[in-house]
């Protein structure tokens, strides 16, 4: 009996080491100001331009000027709130790597309980926006652009207007 516990144990062991092999630990680049600045901030306002401008109706691109003007009826529209949407979602996980450090060098709060609470509102919301754009909804995009402005208010009103920032 306790020859098959261990057989079982080194087996989930090796499962477990060959699973990740090779691949580098997620790693935080920037501080967690300038992942708000650099994702959060540009494509939430993607997002809450539906409520302003039509998806389905996108302006004709730019000719000319630099790359962003010259590429920009490439992924435009509803494919564009689409994008953001998914940008959003994915910053969710961003903002979980451990060992990243707010602006003023305080450890992002990831142990606090609350941080999880709201990192998880972010991510619905995004997944809310995610399927009304699927779906080419704009009263339903616009509606869900108030769950994108929350998700961002709870946690600003806990962690970014406490003084110091990023502390419980
Ligand atoms: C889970 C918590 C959390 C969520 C969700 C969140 N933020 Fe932040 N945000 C912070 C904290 C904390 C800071 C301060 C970071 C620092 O000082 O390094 C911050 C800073 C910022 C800044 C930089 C402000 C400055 O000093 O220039 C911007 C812009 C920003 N957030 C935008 C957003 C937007 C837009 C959303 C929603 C789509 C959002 N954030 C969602 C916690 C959050």
């Keep these: 009996m306790r020859f098959v516990g261990t057989a079982l144990v080194l087996l989930l062991t090796a499962c477990a080491s060959t699973s990740t092999a090779g691949l580098p630990a997620p790693e935080p680049m920037g501080t967690l100001a300038e992942v708000m600045r650099g994702i959060l901030f540009p494509n939430s306002n993607i997002l809450f331009d539906v409520q302003s401008a039509d998806p389905g109706n996108p302006p004709p691109a730019a000719a000319g000027g630099g790359a962003t003007a010259t590429f920009s009826g490439i992924y435009a529209g509803w494919q564009m709130v689409e994008n ?85």
């Design 84 to 168: 953001a949407a998914i940008a959003l979602g994915e910053s969710a996980n961003l903002i979980t790597i451990p060992g990243r450090r707010c602006e003023n060098g305080r450890p992002v709060p990831l142990s606090q309980p609350n941080w999880a609470v709201f990192v998880q509102g972010l991510r619905d919301a995004a997944d809310v926006m995610l399927v009304a754009a699927r779906a080419r909804n704009r009263e339903a995009a616009s509606d869900a652009t108030n769950d994108v402005a929350d998700a961002c208010y709870f946690c600003h009103e806990a962690y970014r207007d406490a003084e110091p920032r990023c502390t419980p």
